[in-house]
């Protein structure tokens, strides 16, 4: 069972010197959170503080507390009892290990004897990813799609990490609807680094990053709904159109009606 924190981030200033547009951001088990901004904004340096635990030592300023204390030392120091695990669009393995030798490595680290745990975290990682993935498979042959689903799998079966960043996984060739489900459904608390409307709309709350630093943090309301509903047929038109140019698919006599949706009405957005 998860082990569960509370995460808590005391804000710094931004790239100006100016103070953060919040005082403290209180994290709980099951939240999840989208940290939205141009590039550039600061964004990638949030989840940075966030994963590193940091207090007051970097350039933000930002102290992250667990459980309203300052972490412990096991916390910043040793893998195996960090509570955060970090992937990234970029994530790559380089150790020419078989999945399931990488597998087994991690379990023997997180939970020894729990070998069992070898197929249900490739089940959950084929689920991810339209490419399939055998415990057999080299490490560093997967691509990048198949190895973030591998991760994320990894990271929510093996390593139950409690709590999870995950940074831009839109542009990860993985099923990205999937994946936020399996994490809403695991009782952790998820911070989402994305540029993608509808990952962002469905958040519990949008930390909105400006000139290196938070701006704002908007809280959903529910008002979004009609909103993320019409974002999911486009999501699933979009889906069935990528898969098709997969297998080679000709579109050339296809009309542009394919794009539209049945909600034929303007949308209005009020500027923050």
């Known amino acids: 069972m998860t082990k569960q924190f509370t995460l808590m981030v005391q804000s710094g200033k931004n790239r100006f010197g100016e ?13 999840t959170l989208a940290i939205v901004g141009p ?38 120091r040793e893998p195996a009892f960090k509570p955060i695990a970090l992937i990234t669009q ?15 490595m991690h379990i023997r680290a997180r939970k020894p004897g729990r070998e069992d745990l070898l197929e ?36 929510l079966v093996i390593g139950d990490t409690p709590i999870l960043l995950l ?17 809403q459904g695991g009782n952790k608390a998820v911070i989402l680094v994305t ?19 938070v701006a704002s943090v908007i809280e959903s309301t529910g008002e979004e709904q009609p909103l ?16 098709k140019l997969r297998q080679g698919a000709d579109f050339s006599s296809v009309s542009s009606k394919v794009f539209m949706t049945p909600a034929k009405q303007s949308l209005q957005f009020n500027r923050v």
């Open 228 to 243: 993320i509903a019409d974002l999911a047929l486009i999501e699933d038109k979009l889906h069935q159109i990528r898969e």
């Open 39 to 76: 590039t550039g904004s600061g964004k990638s340096a949030l989840i940075n503080d966030i994963e590193t635990l940091a207090q007051g030592d970097s350039i933000t300023g930002r102290r992250i507390l667990i459980n309203g204390q300052e972490p412990p030392e096991s916390f910043v």
């Open 120 to 155: 249900e975290t490739i089940k959950l990682a084929n689920t991810f990813t339209g490419e399939s993935i055998s415990l057999k498979s080299r490490m560093s042959g997967l691509s990048g799609g198949q190895t973030r689903s591998l991760m994320i799998a990894d990271a």
């Open 195 to 213: 540029h993608d409307p509808y990952l962002a709309l469905t958040a519990d709350r949008r930390i909105v990053m400006k000139h290196g630093g």
């Open 167 to 183: 940074d831009e996984i839109e542009n990860a060739g993985i099923f990205k609807d999937r994946v936020i489900q399996s994490l």
């Open 90 to 104: 970029n994530t790559r393995c380089l150790a020419d290990l078989s999945v399931e030798e990488f597998l087994l």
């Open 19 to 31: 103070k953060e547009g919040f005082e403290t951001l209180e994290i709980r088990p099951g939240d």
